[in-house]
């Protein structure tokens, strides 16, 4: 079965630096999806940024991206000049290719706390 | 349209109620979930609905009943819940062209 692995249940940055939140997994499959989501506070989860396996080029969206080591089962998200308003949990999560039947059990790792420092 | 509803927003019951969450997209996906979260842990999986046949059942309890009444519409029924119940009930749904979850805000259940 998959796993999913933050070792870093929180952390904090100054307001306009960089930060990194890892992220490792485990799996004996060789194409998978692997996902970044963002909850604040009281407020809904949503996406940040998403990485398919078969592709070896980084996801990046605006401040956010990825280093993703398939080889290494890692998948940690670097926030650059980072806002008060990145501040929430951050969860990895990873997700079965299509056509397996555990593609619909999505697997969340147990979070991380950001908290940005103004 | 991108996104999932849900009502109510809050809830508190007895443990002698009976209540419905109900959960809603317009985004055509086949896929809708529902989880329950703890405060600062991940969302924990109940059950999944497939083409609104249920797909997945995480051993959740039969105080828990989920229905769907079509490919839209993902419901959750309550009763005779504990006080270990409260938690955020988060809804998702998914399609299959990017393969991530859309998240609705969550109903905040309290039980008494």
């Known amino acids: 079965a998959q796993t999913v692995t933050q070792s870093q249940p929180e952390m904090s940055v100054q307001e306009a630096e960089t930060v990194t939140l890892s992220c490792t997994y485990d799996?004996?499959?060789?194409?998978?999806?692997l996902f970044w989501y963002k909850q604040p506070p009281s407020r809904q989860m949503i996406l940040v940024i998403r990485q398919e396996a078969y592709k070896q080029q980084n996801a990046t969206e605006n401040r956010f991206s990825v280093n993703f080591q398939k080889a290494a089962k890692s998948f940690s998200l670097k926030i650059s000049d980072s806002q008060l308003g990145d501040a929430a949990m951050y969860f990895c999560?990873?997700?079965?290719?299509?056509?397996?039947?555990?593609?619909?059990?999505?697997?969340f790792g147990p979070g991380t706390s950001l908290s940005v420092i103004p | 349209d991108t996104e999932v509803t849900q009502t109510p927003k809050h809830l508190v019951m007895g443990m002698t109620n009976k209540k419905s969450l109900k959960c809603e997209q317009h985004m055509g996906h086949r896929a809708m979930y529902w989880y329950k979260q703890k405060a600062k842990k991940p969302p924990e999986l109940m059950f999944v609905?497939?083409?609104?046949?249920?797909?997945i059942n995480e051993s959740v309890p039969s105080r828990f009943s989920p229905e769907c009444p079509n490919s839209s519409l993902l419901n959750l029924h309550l009763h005779a819940l504990q006080p270990e119940d409260s938690a955020l009930y988060l809804c998702a749904s998914a399609g299959d062209s990017h393969n991530e979850q859309f998240f609705g805000p969550g109903t905040r259940l309290t039980v008494l």
């Open positions: 799996t004996s499959e060789s194409d998978y999806y």
């Open positions: 609905y497939s083409y609104e046949k249920l797909s």
């Open positions: 999560a990873y997700r079965s290719p299509w056509g397996k039947t555990s593609y619909d059990k999505v697997i």
